[in-house]
């Protein structure tokens, strides 16, 4: 089901700092594309400025990976992850931004992840978790009602440890798992894989219906977390960003297949065809 028109318009006199001011908190040794890609989703899908918050010894390389996001260096650990020392500065670069997305490529340090649960804590902001910042959650009722708006993408194995099921359970019963952990969490969750659920705290519930098999590949939900921050930076209330992002990029990836098969699709293909997937969807909306 494609969604209604939920993009804003672009006036003509319109600049950058209000077309979306996205913050990308990621990176660490080893995981610098998980960065790259999410920073790369929100450009283009439109977010005027997007800022790479990342370990101070990886900037000079991920600069030189998405030249038109700036970046900040930050304190690290020793394993060249965020260290709990860059806190007064995310929390600076998060209140300068218009949505925020944390988790792609941070790793699972100890100290990374004591940095992540304070900082979600403390963010006012609407924001995408993903990835490493959803593993740092030892306590969604605690992290998730202070701050946000937050809008969760769990994969299967990620939503289980969430809420404390399977990943088997969670795929048994996935709109209802999606709802459940909405509604208790107040959060929007969109529930990775084979029709991807989006279910919001209201009880609002999207089953998407884009995207292939092929889309199984690293790097794919970065995009997408950079994607959903965009749109939540362009002033998309949650739910309507998730929905619309999730549909945007199995769009993205169908028309990819489209061209050249489903088999081979990296997400950088994927990140490339955006701006034709917002184009399709605008003219059928």
């Known amino acids: 089901m494609i969604p209604p028109n939920l993009l804003p318009p672009r006036p003509a006199a ?162 209802a798992t999606a709802k459940t952990f909405a509604a208790q969490q107040h959060v929007v969750l969109a529930l990775k894989g084979h029709r991807t659920v989006i279910a919001a705290p209201d009880g609002q519930v999207a089953v998407n219906d884009t995207g292939h098999p092929g889309m199984a590949s690293g790097g794919c939900g970065d995009v997408l977390t950079g994607m959903i921050a965009a749109l939540l930076g362009q002033g998309l209330q949650p739910f309507d960003a998730a929905r619309l992002g999730v549909y945007l990029h199995g769009l993205s990836g169908d028309l990819v297949a489209a061209r050249q098969g489903q088999v081979g699709l990296i997400a950088s293909d994927l990140a490339s065809t955006i701006p034709q997937a917002i184009r399709q969807y605008q003219q059928h909306t």
Do not use: W, Y
């Open 14 to 175: 319109l600049h950058k700092g209000e077309a979306g001011r996205v913050l990308v908190i990621a990176g660490s040794a080893g995981l610098t594309g998980a960065a790259a890609l999410c920073a790369l989703g929100a450009l283009r899908t439109g977010a005027g400025l997007v800022t790479l918050a990342l370990p101070g010894s990886l900037h000079d390389l991920l600069a030189g990976l998405v030249m038109e996001a700036t970046s900040v260096a930050l304190p690290e650990t020793r394993e060249r992850s965020l260290s709990p020392q860059a806190l007064p500065k995310l929390i600076e670069l998060v209140e300068r931004a218009d949505a925020v997305a944390i988790g792609p490529g941070l790793s699972e340090h100890r100290q990374t992840v004591r940095l992540v649960r304070e900082l979600l804590s403390r963010i006012r902001k609407p924001c995408v978790v993903d990835a490493d910042a959803l593993n740092a959650v030892d306590d969604p009722a605690r992290v998730f009602s202070q701050g946000g708006p937050f809008v969760l993408t769990p994969h299967p194995g990620e939503m289980g440890r969430l809420a404390r099921m399977t990943a088997k359970d969670v795929q048994q019963r996935r709109e």
